[in-house]
C-alpha cells in the first residue's frame, strides 16, 4: 500500500496504443509517473516519442522481465499483444506488484484459470498486491449514467440489455498479429469481451446460455500474411439467456463506418427504457407511464475527466479508481472473475457459431483446452 503522499510508480508492458494510451492518462492521474516501458519492437518505443520531454524520465528496456526486476515501478500495466499475456502475468505474479492487465484477460479459458490460480498462490504468500482487469467500458461517463439509473431502479430490473457496435475494421497492429483467431482468441474475445462484462454488469446476473450467428464477410479477404488468409469475424448477432431470466443482444459490424453512432446500449425493464449512446455521449431516458413525450435526453460527461484519450475519459476515471486502490488496499473493481467470464462468453459464442447451436456457459467454463 502506497502513502497517501506518495508518487506511485508505473511501468508499461507493451507501447503499442493502448500502452501509449496509459502512458498518456498516468500524465494526468494526481501523484501517478510513468517510469519505464518494457518492449521488444523497436517502432514502438521510438513512438514514445510523442510524449515529448517527459520521455527523458521514463527507462526504456526490451524485456519486460528486466522492467519487473529494475526497483522503477509499483504497478503493472500489461497492454502487450493477447497471446502474450499468460506468460507475462505468470512473470508479473511472481513479483509483489500491483497489476492492471488490458482486456482479455487471456485468449482461452484455460489460460485465464492459470492466471487466476497464480495470482492465489501469491496471496497465499502473504501478498496482497491488486490485480485489476481493463475492462473501462463500465467507466464511459454515458454508460456509468446508464449504470446508474439501472442501479437506481429507474426502469425496474433489466429484463432485456441491447448492446449494438457499428464501427470501423480492427486497425493495424505490430506484426498484424490481431488478424488471426490464434492470436486474439477471435473477435468476441477480442473485441466483445468488453460488451459481455458490461451484460453482467448490468444485469447483476450469471450468464447461463449463448447462441450466436457470425461471418467474415467483408474485411481483410484481400490480406495475405506469410500466405494466410486473416479468419477473424467481422460481423455477428450474439444473444446471452440470464439465470435470473434477463436477455442480452449483441450487434457487432466492423464495416459500418458510416454510422453516426458507433455504440448504442439500452435497457429496458418493466417501468422503461434507458439508453446511451456514443460518440454523441447522449443519455436518453423514458418511463411507460410518460410515453415518448416524456423521454429525457442529455449529453453525459464528468467533470473530473482531465484526459479524454481514445475512450471518452474512461481510462483516466479507471486510473483513478486504480490509484485510490492502490493507495487504500481497496479490492478492485473490475477482477479476474470478472475477466474470466467476459472471456469464457466471448469463447462460447465462437463454439455457438462453429457449431450451430446454443452452448452453454458452464460447458464452456468445465472444458479444460477451452
Not at 26 to 31: I, K, S
Request: hydrophobic content about 45%; aromatic content about 6%; overall charge negative.
Amino acid at each position: 500500500m502506497a502513502a497517501a503522499g506518495d508518487v506511485v510508480r508505473y511501468g508499461i508492458i507493451g507501447s503499442g496504443m493502448m500502452g501509449l494510451e496509459h502512458l498518456w492518462n498516468l500524465h494526468h492521474v494526481p501523484g501517478a509517473a510513468g517510469t519505464a516501458i518494457a518492449d521488444p519492437n523497436q517502432p514502438s518505443w521510438e513512438a514514445t516519442i510523442l510524449f515529448g520531454e517527459g520521455r527523458n524520465q521514463i527507462t526504456e528496456v526490451d524485456d519486460h522481465r528486466e522492467l519487473l526486476a529494475s526497483g522503477l515501478v509499483d504497478v503493472v500495466i500489461v497492454s502487450s499483444p493477447n497471446m502474450t499475456h499468460r506468460a507475462i502475468l505468470d512473470d508479473v505474479l511472481a513479483t509483489d506488484l500491483h497489476l492492471l492487465v488490458e482486456k482479455p484477460l487471456c485468449t482461452t479459458v484455460a489460460d485465464c484459470r492459470a492466471v487466476i490460480a497464480a495470482a492465489e498462490a501469491r496471496r497465499d504468500r502473504g501478498c496482497d498486491a491488486i490485480v485489476w482487469v481493463g475492462l473501462e467500458y463500465r467507466y464511459m461517463p454515458p454508460v456509468a449514467r446508464l449504470l446508474h439509473e439501472v442501479r437506481a431502479g429507474t426502469v425496474g430490473p433489466p429484463k432485456m440489455v441491447a448492446i449494438r457496435e457499428h464501427r470501423f475494421p480492427f486497425l493495424q497492429k505490430v506484426g498484424d498479429w490481431n488478424r488471426f483467431n490464434r492470436n486474439t482468441g477471435g473477435t468476441l474475445v477480442e473485441k466483445c469481451c468488453h460488451f459481455f462484462d458490461l451484460m453482467n454488469h448490468i444485469t447483476g446476473d450469471r450468464p447461463v446460455r449463448i447462441q450466436a450467428s457470425g461471418w467474415q464477410d467483408v474485411n481483410h479477404l484481400d490480406e495475405r500474411y506469410g500466405g494466410e488468409v486473416p479468419d477473424i469475424l467481422d460481423n455477428a448477432f450474439v444473444i446471452v439467456d440470464y439465470e435470473g431470466g434477463a436477455r442480452a443482444l449483441l450487434d457487432l459490424c466492423m464495416f459500418a463506418e458510416a454510422s453516426e453512432e458507433q455504440e448504442e446500449i439500452s435497457v429496458v425493464g418493466p417501468l422503461g427504457k434507458v439508453e446511451a449512446f456514443l460518440p454523441s455521449t447522449t443519455v436518453r431516458v423514458g418511463l411507460r407511464t410518460e410515453g415518448r413525450p416524456g423521454v429525457r435526453s442529455a449529453a453525459v460527461h464528468d467533470d473530473r475527466v482531465a484526459y479524454e484519450g481514445f475512450h471518452h475519459g474512461s481510462s483516466y476515471l479507471e486510473h483513478l479508481d486504480l490509484i485510490d486502490a492502490v493507495r487504500t488496499g481497496a479490492a478492485p473493481a473490475v477482477g479476474l472473475a470478472d475477466g474470466l467470464l467476459s472471456v469464457a462468453m466471448g469463447v462460447a459464442a465462437h463454439r455457438a457459431i462453429d457449431l450451430g447451436r446454443p452452448v452453454l456457459v458452464d460447458e464452456v467454463l468445465a472444458d479444460p483446452a477451452a
